[in-house]
């Protein structure tokens, strides 16, 4: 039987978060049918499962760190995944910050949800969710990025 702290945390039918040591347990990416595995980190390993497709986003845990290059990528990645029936796993180390992002990250593209309602979700889903400073700075401009992209931005001057 799994140990209880072991989960992949739903945030959408094709869409669970998790830290590194759930993430590379194969009956948890067996059970949940797991395709692609995005990792984001640059030292946690990838699941041995054969048949899963890894993405590694190789940053730190540091607010500095530029997540944001990776956002689209990611959430294509993730609703391509879906689009086929697969599911995706994304994962950091502990599961709180950088794997964090990358799901609301998703939620707000794919999704159309405001930043604070995908926050909301992901949080939801998995409790211990907190990204960091940078990454939730990172999170506020791809909204607004988003929102002109969408022609949702007033033409106020700037």
Same mark, same amino acid.
């Given at each position: 039987?799994?140990?209880?702290?072991?989960?992949?945390?739903? /945030?959408?039918?094709?869409?669970?978060?998790?830290?590194?040591?759930?993430?590379?347990?194969d009956?948890?990416?067996?059970?949940?049918? /797991?395709?692609?595995?995005?990792?984001?980190?640059?030292?946690?390993?990838?699941?041995?499962?054969?048949?899963?497709?890894?993405?590694? /986003?190789p940053?730190?845990?540091?607010?500095?760190?530029?997540? +944001?290059?990776?956002?689209?990528s990611?959430?294509?990645?993730?609703?391509?995944? @879906?689009?086929?029936?697969?599911?995706?796993?994304?994962?950091?180390?502990?599961?709180?910050?950088?794997? @964090?992002t990358?799901?609301?990250?998703?939620?707000?593209? +794919?999704?159309?949800?405001?930043?604070?309602?995908?926050?909301?979700?992901?949080?939801?889903?998995?409790?211990? /969710?907190?990204? *960091?400073?940078?990454?939730w700075?990172?999170?506020?401009? +791809?909204?607004?990025?988003?929102?002109?992209?969408?022609?949702?931005?007033? *033409?106020?001057?700037?």
């Amino acid at each position: 039987m799994l140990q209880p702290q072991l989960q992949l945390c739903k /945030v959408t039918n094709a869409l669970f978060i998790s830290n590194a040591r759930s993430a590379c347990t194969d009956d948890l990416i067996q059970q949940e049918a /797991v395709t692609l595995c995005i990792n984001v980190s640059k030292q946690q390993p990838f699941p041995e499962a054969s048949r899963i497709t890894a993405l590694r /986003v190789p940053v730190y845990d540091d607010p500095t760190e530029d997540l +944001y290059r990776y956002f689209d990528s990611c959430a294509d990645a993730i609703r391509d995944e @879906a689009s086929k029936g697969g599911h995706t796993v994304v994962y950091c180390k502990n599961g709180r910050s950088r794997s @964090a992002t990358i799901c609301v990250a998703y939620l707000m593209k +794919y999704r159309k949800l405001s930043l604070a309602d995908a926050f909301t979700k992901v949080r939801t889903s998995r409790s211990v /969710v907190d990204p *960091n400073s940078g990454f939730w700075a990172q999170l506020e401009r +791809y909204e607004q990025e988003l929102k002109k992209r969408r022609g949702e931005v007033d *033409n106020a001057p700037t």
